[in-house]
């Protein structure tokens, strides 16, 4: 099936034969008969009924791939004489009598229908016919993959300049003293977790260009430092140990052959033990520590799932069963927040945590594919094939529409862009993302609140996605305006190629969701270079209250009406907006010259 004008056109004899009805064919008159009666020509509109009768169809009968496809309702309805339900997710089902479902239930049959959902014994027989068994590295590139790297650091300026800031920072890390154990103010390991992940991909990076032992052996150094750790923080805030395992199983496979036996068990036993059967349990239920992101909608879930099941790939021949295991139920909870992007690929956390979430998503159905040759159709969920477009039309002439928790403005690149650009065959991602690069640099990095391992971490993800294949645009095609649903953002700009424009960014949607502010119905306006209305960003997360309480965090005054473009009435002591209020878009329109949205904010100020 796909859509056409807006229509479903469904497969003529698939679909006829599924039900029990004869389909025939006439290839002189090029038209398709079922059970003798019914007629559709191709090209026409008009169609024949079993009772003799005469349909107009919305959009003429048509031959694609060597079948005949027509309208759903016309086939289903009018001439196979079933009841249709239909969801903007693609979900269509057949029946005799009329269907109803409630969300929960079209969410059901959608993934039901639509994930490849194996077992842990499924698992084990993907790997074992893998031509990766028992080969490494595999985790996101394989060997051939790195070698393509190399060869394209010597030869493409592009890669050439990231690979010289990769060693660069190598050199950097090496004047560096080994990471500590030292919680944050909120109790979290998680900006050492992100340190060790940096120097791991900045400095084996830097050792397979380069080849020099510093690298390698300072890399040795971190993993027992940190190895040794009492633990990783699994009891108190579980993204700590699972980037912390992302960067462990990353320096094993990637570093594999360049460790000892002994150093290799070491690694294996640390990964198990400071994280891999902490979550094992957390699948489970069985843990006295939150174990939410196993079915999580925000964040935690790919970073979490992503990163357990990255290194039960990693560790595939050392804990095979454990392994498959994992591996198996992390396929399943990525389902959950995959739901997430749909309708139009929005994601409803803000612009940093999209990014911060395809990271880890975007490394693991990398290593799914490299390994198991399949996503497991995670990456057909619904809405996903739109969710660049969404990132990148959320960048204006000085910035980001940086709504929520986004820090503060800075423009929009990605690596994982790159990964995207690929995955879903739309290499205009990966140009634009060139073209942007080539304007702002190197993205994420450059925003005021970030720092050097942050830095590293961003280029070693172009390193890894980028394809030097592909040209820079030397023009940009994508609409200008557009509007995504739920989340309830709109983005209008008059030009994709110059900063001297005007570009207007208006968000409103739901207030009680992760990493909200009171914000809807706040905007930002670009012009002629500069920002004439902004968002001055998230607060600080050690701020008291901030994560544990709806009552503290909507009193600080970046979280609510005042610190946004919003609506402020008779502000005292309550919230500014309704809490657990949504406001949807009544109306947007885009033309060639004048564009208009209108969103309202009923429910906000009931």
Known sequence: AYIKNGRTLLPVRAVSEALGCEVGWDDATKTVTINGTAKIVIGSTQMILPDGSKYTLDVPAEITNGRTFIPLRALCEQVLGKKVFWDDRGL????????????????????????????????????????????????????????????????????????????????????????????????????????????????????????????????????????????????????????????????????????????????????????????????????????????????????????LAMAAIALFEVYPEVAADIIEKNIKSMEYVLAEFFPDGAWYEGLTYWNYLMEFFSYTIA??????????????????????????????????????????????????????????????????????????????????????????TAIAGYMLFYDVAIPPATSINYPLDSYYRDTELVNMRSSWTTDEGVFASIHSGKNLVNHAHLDNGTFVVDIGGQRFAGDIGAEDYAAEGYFTSSVKRYHYYRARPEGHNCYVINPDETYGQELNAGDEFIAFETKARGTYAITSQKNSYA
């Not at 057949?94 to 639509?114: G, Q």
């Not at 510093?214 to 699972?242: C, I, M, R, S």
């Not at 000892?260 to 036993?269: G, I, M, N, V, W």
């Open 92 to 307: 269509i089902v057949l029946s005799d009598r009329n269907m109803t479902f409630d969300e929960k239930e079209v969410v059901a049959l959608n993934d039901y229908m639509l994930y490849v959902r194996p077992s842990g014994a499924d698992i084990a027989s993907l790997y074992q016919q893998s031509p990766l068994n028992g080969a490494h590295p595999r985790l996101i590139l394989n060997q051939q993959d790195f070698d393509k790297m190399v060869y394209d650091y010597n030869t493409n300026p592009i890669q050439k300049g990231w690979g010289d800031e990769m060693i660069a920072g190598a050199e950097y890390y090496l004047k560096q003293p080994h990471e500590k154990y030292v919680l944050s103010a909120e109790g979290q390991l998680l900006t050492v977790s992100r340190k060790v992940k940096s120097k791991v991909l900045t400095l084996s990076i830097a050792y397979k260009l380069t080849n020099n032992p510093a690298y390698l052996q300072y890399l040795k150094d971190e993993l027992v430092t940190v190895g040794n750790f009492d633990n990783w923080n699994h009891e108190a805030h579980f993204l700590d140990p699972a980037e912390m395992l992302f960067a462990f199983a990353i320096a094993y496979d990637w570093n594999y052959h360049s460790f000892t036996a002994e150093e290799r068990k070491f690694l294996e036993e640390t990964m198990y033990n400071q994280c891999l059967k902490w979550g094992h349990k957390a699948m489970y239920g069985q843990c006295d520590y939150p174990n939410f992101f196993v079915t999580a909608t925000s964040n935690w879930n790919p970073v979490c799932n992503g990163s």
């Open 367 to 456: 290593t799914f594919d490299n390994v198991f040759g399949t996503d497991f159709n995670l990456t057909k969920a619904a809405g996903f094939d739109k969710t660049a477009n969404y990132y990148l039309s959320s960048d204006g002439m000085t910035g980001d529409n940086n709504y929520h928790d986004t820090s503060s403005p800075s423009h929009l690149t990605s690596a994982y862009l790159f990964f995207l650009a690929n995955k879903l065959n739309q290499p205009g991602l990966a140009q634009i993302n060139l073209y942007k690069l080539d304007r702002y640099g190197t993205g994420n990095y450059m925003r005021p609140s970030s720092t050097d391992y942050n830095k590293y």
